[in-house]
């Protein structure tokens, strides 16, 4: 097997138990603060929100620094550093006494956080560029199964055994993957070389990588699909209560709309990133974007539970396009030797969208409900295609376009 395939296996395997391990949290994040002493439900909301934001706060702030680290020692290095810290972090979210100490521990988590950009920026870097968008796709596809399966195997396990070994159990996937890693990946990386490179520091990468403009444009790009994505995505179980109603089986029926999106992004994502490989990703990804956004419309007008998760099943088709793609983009052009900075910066990106996306979407649905949140999630989505259009529909030069042998 090519190196790069089994990279692309191993790389896929360690996304999924990675993510599935660290949402398999979520369900029960609430009742865990419950548990730890806090009853007042102001309270446990107030905790559950700074909790919950506090890893993608850090990690915005510290995924450029790991990705200028990568660059110069390496991405299977920053893998690993990210793999076994998070294990050894989140075993210790299981011996939490106080909100306070889980808050502390999940910003240290997204201040060492980063396997999955890790992941990323090494399978672009060893990867030929025919096969880009089909090999970022299909690691794309084991995030999402794995942030599927996680908080429906999290909230049985709760069931079974309580919600502390469940921080145990996250931690020996997260080890699991790591050594996964450690065995089984192969980097072709220049350490010599790299380390004769200047340093530079956070800013001064940046404005050097903004000397190629699509680079700043793919970036808004990412925040805006995350904002967009996420935006309704807390209100989803209390739609779903309007248009069903108070049963038994409310809680499967919201469980059921959340998962259908993210099965069949799973099944896209691999098909149009080869797809993207034989158009172009940049086609690929207007296409997606355009029709995700139609896809939000229908959301604003269905009176049915399962007309909400028809609607929400096209969704995930389109979403299966858009971070695969915008990857590929980013790795064509990036400058050789800086590809982990690059992604890292739309990492923070990314994790800024999914900080802003809840917090803004929530606080405008006392206006305009989710009905209203659908269709701005459209019209944003729109904007970004046409900002595809006018800023990536461009031949790249010989300077900035990459090949990997």
């Keep these: 097997m090519s190196n790069w395939k089994l990279n692309l296996v191993v790389l896929w395997l360690g996304q999924f138990l990675v993510l599935a391990g660290m949402t398999m949290i979520t369900p029960f994040l609430p009742f865990y603060i419950q548990e730890l002493g806090i009853t007042d439900a102001h309270s446990v909301a107030l905790w559950g929100g700074l909790i919950f934001a506090a890893n993608f706060v850090t990690s915005f702030f510290a995924q450029p620094i790991w990705g200028s680290l990568a660059d110069r020692y390496g991405r299977k290095m920053m893998l690993l550093r990210s793999g076994f810290g998070m294990a050894l972090v989140i075993v210790l979210m299981g011996f939490a006494t106080h909100p306070w100490q889980l808050l502390l521990l999940r910003m240290v988590n997204g201040t060492i956080s980063g396997f999955a950009p890790a992941a990323v920026s090494l399978m672009s870097a060893n990867t030929p560029k025919e096969k880009m968008g089909f090999a970022l796709g299909t690691l794309q596809s084991g995030s999402v199964g794995g942030s599927i399966l996680g908080p429906l195997i999290g909230g049985l396990m709760a069931e079974w055994i309580g919600y502390r070994p469940i921080f145990y159990v996250t931690g020996v996937c997260l080890f699991g993957a790591s050594l996964l890693a450690l065995f089984f990946v192969k980097e072709s990386f220049d350490a010599k070389k790299a380390v004769k490179q200047p340093k530079e520091s956070i800013v001064k990468g940046f404005k050097e990588l903004s000397k190629t403009p699509q680079l700043p444009s793919l970036y808004s790009v990412t925040l805006l699909i995350q904002f967009a994505m996420l935006s309704a995505m807390p209100l989803i179980p209390l739609f779903v209560q309007e248009l069903h109603g108070q049963d038994k089986m409310l809680a499967l029926y919201a469980g059921l709309v959340g998962s259908v999106t993210g099965f069949s992004n799973m099944i896209a994502s691999p098909l149009l990133g080869k797809l993207s490989d034989k158009i172009g990703p940049e086609k690929v990804l207007s296409i997606a974007l355009i029709g995700a956004a139609l896809s939000f419309i229908?959301?604003?007008?269905?009176?049915?539970?399962?007309?909400?998760?028809?609607?929400?099943?096209?969704?995930?088709?389109?979403?299966?396009?858009?971070?695969?793609?915008?990857?590929?983009?980013?790795?064509?052009?990036?400058?050789?030797?800086?590809?982990?900075?690059?992604?890292?910066?739309?990492?923070?990106?990314?994790?800024?969208?999914?900080?802003?996306?809840?917090?803004?979407?929530?606080?405008?649905?006392?206006?305009?409900?989710?009905?209203?949140?659908?269709?701005?999630?459209?019209?944003?989505?729109?904007?970004?295609?046409?900002?595809?259009?006018?800023?990536?529909?461009?031949?790249?030069?010989h300077e900035t376009e990459t090949s990997v042998k």
């Excluded at 305009?368 to 595809?388: D, P, R, T, Y």
């Design 298 to 397: 229908p959301q604003a007008f269905v009176t049915n539970i399962w007309q909400l998760m028809a609607s929400r099943f096209i969704l995930g088709l389109f979403m299966g396009g858009m971070l695969p793609s915008v990857q590929t983009l980013i790795r064509r052009f990036t400058p050789n030797g800086k590809e982990s900075r690059s992604f890292s910066y739309n990492s923070s990106a990314l994790s800024l969208g999914n900080m802003l996306g809840p917090v803004i979407g929530g606080a405008l649905s006392g206006w305009i409900g989710i009905k209203g949140i659908f269709l701005m999630s459209c019209a944003l989505l729109l904007v970004n295609a046409a900002w595809v259009r006018k800023t990536l529909y461009v031949k790249p030069s």
